[in-house]
């Protein structure tokens, strides 16, 4: 997929998906001057990439190399005018810590991160540094920005998923998947304050559609297990994961918990499907990856971060795994069949 790099009085970003497309509207804030640009390519500038992952998780290694697919078609050579340095700190918050402070006395031209946990250390450490985000489902909630149309300072990117009053949506799609399902148990850390806002839309909303919610508390993996664990003794019961740096490095145990529990559930997005979790309602992980390389590109040629509006998924992917679902007892009813972008066999 081709990563536009088009002129600067361009209103908005298109990029193509597997049914359709995702609008992300910057604005005329892209409208910056060019000038320079050919100099600027000549000189080696210096990309630092903080992850709340470990290194050898596939899925970072897939963002990864989506995100240096982007550069690379924006001009931006590994070895030629681009360095990148990479931390990968897990879900251990003083490793993140310690990476975060690292990564701010390199000193260098932008930085890229993801997680909530990640981007409040970092905000610690630099208010001038570029910073360029993914994988955020709150920002403004969280803290990070003032708001997605001009988010001030030195922080932009990309929100990762629907805005809390959207939240229930995950509960309906679960209960239309897994109609016997009344007792739904939903994964929070509650440190994250986007989680928090998640939840009592949910708690809010999950009375109308005669499902009864409890909120599992998990901040760390060690809370992964009896959190299942509560959630199996439940009759009828399913389970909504939010999306989370532990939820993600931890995913595939909380998928073989769900299956060994046979306990219907839904994640934030496809590659725990692909994993083998049931179904899953989110933004495209991969392309967002794809689309931070472009606002780099921007900033890496003038641009100030607290310029570029915060990019917003204006729809998000729905993905069901057949063979777990026929494990569960489940069909798929007509209805999300033509709604699935994406059905794994």
Known sequence: MAILDSPPALAEICYMRRRGFIKLVLGTALSWPLTGQAQQRDVVRRISVLQAFDAIDPEAQRRIRAFRQGLQELGWIEGHNLRLDYRWGG????????????????????????????????????????????????????????????????ITGLTSAEQPALAPRSLELLTELAPRTVRVTILVNPDQPSHVARWQVIE?????????????????????????????????????????????????????????????????ARFNVVSGGLMSYGADSIDQYRQAALYVDRILRGAKPGDLPVGEPTRLELVINLKTAKALGLDIPPVLRREADEIIE
């Open 204 to 268: 809010r909303a999950a009375g109308s559609m005669g499902v009864q919610v409890r909120a599992a508390e998990v901040r760390r993996a060690a809370e992964i297990t009896p959190a299942m664990d509560a959630a199996a003794r439940e009759s009828n019961a399913g389970l909504v994961v939010l999306p989370d740096a532990v939820t993600t490095v931890y995913r595939t145990l909380i998928i073989g918990l769900a299956a060994r529990h046979r306990l219907p559930a839904i994640y934030p």
């Open 91 to 154: 879900t251990n918050p003083e490793r993140i810590r310690a990476f975060a402070a690292e990564l701010v006395r390199s000193g260098p031209d932008v930085i890229l991160a993801s997680t909530t946990l990640v981007l409040q250390l970092l905000q610690r450490e630099t208010r001038t540094i570029p910073i360029v985000f993914t994988q955020l489902s709150d920002p403004i909630g969280d803290g990070i920005v003032q708001n997605l149309a001009q988010p001030g300072g030195n």
